[in-house]
C-alpha cells in the first residue's frame, strides 16, 4: 500500500485582533505573577506585632488571600492565552488523522489522532444529517476552528468518529481536497450522500 501524506491548516481571520488580546493577556499574566512576588516581599518585611494583640486569623487571611489571588488571576490569563490566536492544523498520514492546534504561531499542541476506520460519516456541517446526529444522545459534538465563518476554499466539515470515549462529532474547516483524500483512503462510503 503506498504512502499518503497531506496537510493543510487553517487561517485565523481576525489575526491582527487575536494576537492583540494574546500580548494583552500574557502582560496582564506577568504582571500578576511579578504582584504575587512583590506581595511576598511585603509579607516577609511586616511588622510581626500584629500577631501579640491575640487575633491571628485576620493577618494570616490578610496575607495569604491577596497571594493567593494574584497567583490564580495569572493561571487564569495563563490558560486564557492558548484559547486567542489559535490556528488548528489537519494533517493525513496513511489512514490516521491528526489534528494540531497552534497558538500564536509558536507553540504547537496535538489535540487529537484517529484512525480513518473508525470514521462512520463525513459531511458538509450544518446538512440535515449533522443535525440528527448532533440531536443524537451520547454523541459529543467538538468545534476544531477558530474561525465563525469559512473563507476561501475552506469550508465546514464534521466527522462522526467512534473513539474509545463515545461518538464524537468533530467540525474542522478544511478544503474539500482533504476530505477527498480521507474519503478515498478510507475505501469505503462514508462521505454523506444526502440522506
Same mark, same amino acid.
Not at 509579607?43 to 510581626?48: E, H, N, S
Not at 490516521?96 to 458538509?124: A, H, M
Given at each position: 500500500?503506498?504512502?499518503?501524506?497531506?496537510?493543510?491548516?487553517?487561517?485565523?481571520?481576525?489575526?491582527? =485582533?487575536?494576537?492583540?488580546?494574546?500580548?494583552?493577556?500574557?502582560?496582564?499574566?506577568?504582571?500578576?505573577?511579578?504582584?504575587?512576588?512583590?506581595?511576598?516581599?511585603?509579607?516577609?518585611?511586616?511588622?510581626?506585632?500584629?500577631?501579640?494583640? =491575640?487575633?491571628?486569623?485576620?493577618?494570616?487571611?490578610?496575607?495569604?488571600?491577596?497571594?493567593?489571588?494574584?497567583?490564580?488571576?495569572?493561571?487564569?490569563?495563563?490558560?486564557?492565552? #492558548?484559547?486567542?490566536?489559535?490556528?488548528?492544523?489537519?494533517?493525513?498520514?496513511?489512514?490516521?488523522?491528526?489534528?494540531?492546534?497552534?497558538?500564536?504561531?509558536?507553540?504547537?499542541?496535538?489535540?487529537?489522532?484517529?484512525?480513518?476506520?473508525?470514521?462512520?460519516?463525513?459531511?458538509?456541517?450544518?446538512?440535515?444529517?449533522?443535525?440528527?446526529?448532533?440531536?443524537?444522545?451520547?454523541?459529543?459534538?467538538?468545534?476544531?476552528?477558530?474561525?465563525?465563518?469559512?473563507?476561501?476554499?475552506?469550508?465546514?466539515?464534521?466527522?462522526?468518529?467512534?473513539?474509545?470515549?463515545?461518538?464524537?462529532?468533530?467540525?474542522?474547516?478544511?478544503?474539500?481536497?482533504?476530505?477527498?483524500?480521507?474519503?478515498?483512503?478510507? #475505501?469505503?462510503?462514508?462521505?454523506?450522500?444526502?440522506?
Amino acid at each position: 500500500m503506498r504512502e499518503v501524506f497531506y496537510e493543510e491548516a487553517t487561517v485565523l481571520l481576525n489575526e491582527k =485582533g487575536e494576537v492583540s488580546k494574546y500580548n494583552i493577556l500574557k502582560i496582564v499574566s506577568t504582571l500578576f505573577f511579578v504582584l504575587a512576588f512583590l506581595w511576598t516581599v511585603f509579607i516577609l518585611y511586616w511588622k510581626t506585632d500584629i500577631f501579640s494583640k =491575640g487575633n491571628i486569623i485576620f493577618p494570616i487571611l490578610a496575607m495569604v488571600v491577596p497571594f493567593v489571588s494574584f497567583i490564580l488571576a495569572g493561571v487564569f490569563c495563563l490558560k486564557a492565552m #492558548n484559547k486567542v490566536a489559535v490556528v488548528y492544523d489537519y494533517t493525513f498520514i496513511s489512514g490516521q488523522i491528526r489534528i494540531g492546534k497552534v497558538v500564536n504561531n509558536k507553540k504547537r499542541f496535538n489535540v487529537l489522532d484517529f484512525e480513518t476506520s473508525q470514521i462512520e460519516r463525513v459531511g458538509p456541517f450544518g446538512s440535515k444529517v449533522y443535525d440528527r446526529y448532533a440531536l443524537t444522545p451520547g454523541v459529543k459534538k467538538i468545534f476544531l476552528t477558530s474561525n465563525k465563518i469559512s473563507h476561501d476554499d475552506y469550508e465546514f466539515y464534521y466527522f462522526l468518529v467512534d473513539t474509545n470515549k463515545g461518538k464524537r462529532l468533530y467540525v474542522i474547516e478544511c478544503t474539500k481536497k482533504f476530505i477527498l483524500t480521507v474519503v478515498t483512503f478510507a #475505501n469505503k462510503r462514508i462521505f454523506e450522500q444526502g440522506e
